[in-house]
T-cell receptor
Framework: KQEVTQIPAALSVPEGENLVLNCSFT??????LQWFRQDPGKGLTSLLL?????REQTSGRLNASLDKSSGRSTLYIAASQPGDSATYLC?????????????FGQGTTLQVKP | EAGVVQSPRYKIIEKKQPVAFWCNPI?????LYWYRQNLGQGPELLIR????????DSQLPKDRFSAERLKGVDSTLKIQPAELGDSAVYLC???????????FGSGTRLTVV
């Protein structure tokens, strides 16, 4: 059974710091991995999607890496800003992708202090 | 392109009352999902539709939950009767077959009192 774990559960950093959020999964047979952002009381916003054949994806100040063999992904946020404060969720799509199901971690709640 | 649209955004009901949530996916997305997110947790799948067919409803509590997707577009999720433990955020998402990336709606926050 695929399980997804995110560490740390919460993180508080001063503005301007570079930071890394971690995601691990127990079964390396994944179709893709997606990072989401969730603001309080809101839905999920997709940040980055990494297909199983890819090693990383970048969007602006965000960079996500994927190491299937070790069951790990990291989300790197450069030069953090108070507007980055939110919960970040990692989710994997198992196997061939036909199941369609995403397995989520519990999220990392980030606070960036001015 | 318009995103996934959900309504209502918030709903407060008394226990044992019925409630319904509506979702309009992104145009052209054949796959539609309903997820439930409890406080402090990641979302968990309730049901997945491919066009109008429910292909995975193994996590849907069928004694009180029902769902439909008419004509393979809009979808409705219903709870009858609601229980206190149903308080959660109900999220709808859709995906295209092109890259299997998900797009989520804003969700409906349900509070059962």
């Amino acid at each position: 059974k695929q399980e997804v774990t995110q560490i740390p559960a919460a993180l508080s950093v001063p503005e301007g710091e570079n930071l890394v959020l971690n995601c691990s999964f127990t079964d390396s047979a994944i179709y893709n991995l997606q990072w989401f952002r969730q603001d309080p009381g809101k839905g999920l916003t997709s940040l980055l999607l990494i297909q199983s054949s890819q090693r990383e994806q970048t969007s602006g100040r965000l960079n996500a890496s994927l190491d299937k063999s070790s069951g790990r992904s990291t989300l790197y946020i450069a030069a953090s800003q108070p507007g980055d404060s939110a919960t970040y969720l990692c989710a994997v799509r198992p196997g061939s992708g036909n199941t369609g199901k995403l397995i989520f971690g519990q999220g990392t709640t980030l606070q960036v202090k001015p | 392109e318009a995103g996934v649209v959900q309504s209502p955004r918030y709903k407060i009901i008394e226990k044992k009352q019925p409630v319904a949530f509506w979702c309009n996916p992104i145009s052209g997305h054949n796959t539609l999902y309903w997820y439930r997110q409890n406080l402090g947790q990641g979302p968990e799948l309730l049901i997945r539709y491919e066009n109008e067919e429910a292909v995975d409803d193994s996590q849907l509590p069928k004694d009180r939950f029902s769902a439909e997707r008419l004509k393979g577009v809009d979808s409705t999720l219903k709870i009858q009767p609601a229980e206190l433990g149903d308080s959660a955020v109900y999220l709808c998402a859709s995906s295209s077959t092109a890259n299997y990336g998900y797009t989520f709606g804003s969700g409906t926050r349900l509070t059962v009192v």
